[in-house]
């Protein structure tokens, strides 16, 4: 069993940057992809970036640029750095868990999903 706790969102204006940290229990981690995804209201839930057990990564190609994942296996955590926010960022992400990175883009093959961490960027 995997639980996954988001934290560092909040209120930006457009311009501005964070760091979303999402802190993982369990002592399997390391073996998993590890994703972000986010949902703005009214619309459905959407991948932004992962990372592989290895180290790789991929992006949504609306956030490429602009946002960075990294993931540190000894913290259990795993980050992703917004950069030169935009109003449309505005939503909830969520961090998830997979066995495997490629199925995860599709939203697919998840394990675990934390609760959620509001974004919200003002004009």
């Known amino acids: 069993q995997v639980q996954l706790v988001e934290s560092g969102g909040g209120l930006v204006q457009a311009g501005g940057s964070l760091r979303l940290s999402c802190a993982a229990s369990?002592?399997?981690?390391?073996?998993?992809?590890m994703g972000w995804f986010r949902q703005a209201p009214g619309k459905e839930r959407e991948f932004v970036a992962a990372?592989?057990?290895?180290?790789?990564?991929t992006y949504a190609d609306s956030v490429k640029g602009r946002f960075t994942i990294s993931r540190d296996d000894a913290k259990n955590t795993v980050y992703l750095q917004i950069n030169s926010l935009k109003p449309d960022d505005t939503a909830v992400y969520y961090c998830?868990?997979?066995?495997?990175?490629?199925?995860?883009?599709?939203?697919?093959?998840?394990?675990?999903w934390g609760q959620g961490t509001q974004v919200t960027v003002s004009s």
């Open positions: 998830a868990a997979a066995r495997r990175l490629a199925p995860m883009v599709g939203g697919h093959g998840i394990h675990y």
């Open positions: 369990g002592r399997t981690f390391s073996s998993y992809a």
């Open positions: 990372i592989s057990w290895s180290g790789g990564s």
